[in-house]
Nanobody, 124 residues
Framework: QVQLVESGGGLVQAGGSLRLSCSAS????????MGWFRQAPGKEREFVSA????????FYANSLKGRVIISRDNAKNTVYLQMNSLKPEDTAVYYC?????????????????WGQGTQVTVSS
């Protein structure tokens, strides 16, 4: 079992930045894929970014490419999501996820573990 805890959300003005953190514990593995998703009211859960523990390969949603950087600190079992130039449409609950066998990082159902989410609100 893997436990994931997100932190770092909050209220920020448009154009501002936030860094989200995801702390992992339990039976973690370097083979896991770590992903960030977001869900706005009335919308489906949407892929944001992903990274592999082993090689550090990164993946980004087209809508966020250039504004988001995902990184990880293996020693701390922590994944980060740096978000810059935030827009009001980025407002959502952001979730951290871990998958044991993920063939397509953008599909939420392929992930096995999820955090509780952290709220990001971007004011205009």
């Amino acid at each position: 079992q893997v436990q994931l805890v997100e932190s770092g959300g909050g209220l920020v003005q448009a154009g501002g930045s936030l860094r989200l953190s995801c702390s992992a514990s339990g039976r973690t593995s370097v083979t896991y894929v770590m992903g960030w998703f977001r869900q706005a009211p009335g919308k489906e859960r949407e892929f944001v970014s992903a990274i592999t523990w082993s090689g550090g390969s990164t993946f980004y949603a087209n809508s966020l490419k250039g504004r988001v950087i995902i990184s990880r600190d293996n020693a701390k079992n922590t994944v980060y999501l740096q978000m810059n130039s935030l827009k009001p449409e980025d407002t959502a609950v952001y979730y951290c996820a871990a998958g044991r066998s993920v063939s397509a990082v953008v599909i939420p159902n392929l992930y096995d573990y999820w955090g509780q989410g952290t709220q990001v609100t971007v004011s205009s």
